[in-house]
């Protein structure tokens, strides 16, 4: 993850060593068993940010990350109907785009994948949203924005539905000037951001204005890797629904799932 960061800030090689260094000071002074990998990829990514002076690594990255996602977006969403269950299971195919991975190898997952959940507590989200009066949709990479365009809108149906982004950039999280590269704005409606530059959240860093956002709302729509590993370990009350493809073999063992299984758990 260091060395693909530092290769996207900055062409100059003395810059990228310097950035990698420090990085990896990070890494071997934080990275130990038990910590949330969050915790040490956020100062990671802020200190080569700083080193190399670009404040948005993968921005060509989630260029054509978007472009791609567009693409397959309309390749396949006349496939899914109009249903909860149905634009879960579309919310969820947006979660298999992946900055660590080949675009032509997504895009074929993306075309050739008949979506089954491995944890699927898909039935139980349409009465969640429509017992609620107020939800955030926590959304995840940049190329999503499409997929999740049509679950979002429907919750608002029922609900006053907040989507929620990232401030800054890091990695290839959705930040609201990804959402205008997608032309996506008007259709995204009501945005809010966490108040942060980190995977998933870390509530510590999060604006006052998120945290309270988080604490009123009657249910909470999590998209991706990042927001499971940050919040799972809260009390569960079924508040909270994880919606996500387990892409590492951590978060894989934690759900008990096999690699590379999609999940839509309540929590």
């Given at each position: 993850?260091?060395?693909?960061?530092?290769?996207?800030?900055?062409?100059?090689?003395?810059?990228?060593?310097?950035?990698?260094?420090?990085?990896g000071k990070i890494l071997n002074q934080k990275l130990k068993p038990g910590v949330v990998s969050i915790h040490v990829a956020t100062p990671m990514h802020d200190v080569i940010k700083q080193t190399t002076g670009n404040p948005d690594?993968?921005?060509?990255?989630?260029?054509?990350?978007?472009?791609?996602?567009?693409?397959?977006?309309?390749?396949?969403?006349?496939?899914?109907?109009?249903?909860?269950?149905?634009?879960l299971r579309l919310a969820a195919l947006g979660n298999a785009i992946d900055f660590f991975k080949p675009i032509e190898e997504v895009k074929r997952e993306i075309r050739a994948l008949k979506l089954q959940f491995a944890i699927d507590d898909s039935a139980l989200l349409e009465s969640r949203?429509?017992?609620?009066?107020?939800?955030l949709y926590l959304a995840d990479n940049a190329g999503?924005?499409?997929?999740?365009?049509?679950?979002?809108?429907?919750?608002?149906?029922?609900?006053?539905?907040?989507?929620?982004?990232?401030?800054r950039p890091v990695q290839n999280d959705i930040t609201i000037a990804d959402i205008n590269?997608?032309?996506?704005?008007?259709?995204?409606?009501?945005?809010?951001?966490?108040?942060?530059?980190?995977?998933?959240?870390?509530?510590?860093?999060?604006?006052?204005?998120?945290?309270?956002?988080?604490?009123?709302?009657?249910?909470?729509?999590?998209?991706?890797?990042?927001?499971?590993?940050?919040?799972?370990e809260l009390p569960a009350h079924g508040r909270i629904f994880f919606c996500l493809k387990a892409k590492c073999g951590p978060v894989a063992r934690s759900l008990k799932v096999p690699l590379d299984s999609y999940v839509a758990k309540l929590h």
């Open positions: 993850m260091a060395d693909q960061a530092c290769a996207l800030a900055s062409g100059d090689v003395a810059l990228r060593q310097e950035a990698r260094q420090k990085a690594p993968y921005r060509s990255t989630k260029d054509i990350e978007i472009d791609e996602a567009r693409k397959l977006f309309g390749l396949v969403k006349k496939s899914y109907k109009e249903d909860f269950i149905a634009y949203v429509k017992n609620s009066n107020f939800i999503e924005v499409f997929f999740d365009m049509p679950l979002l809108n429907l919750m608002r149906k029922f609900a006053r539905t907040v989507y929620v982004v990232k401030e590269k997608a032309g996506r704005e008007t259709e995204a409606g009501e945005v809010m951001t966490t108040g942060t530059a980190t995977p998933g959240v870390i509530f510590a860093l999060a604006s006052e204005e998120f945290k309270q956002a988080f604490e009123e709302a009657d249910f909470v729509f999590a998209k991706g890797m990042g927001y499971y590993e940050t919040l799972e």
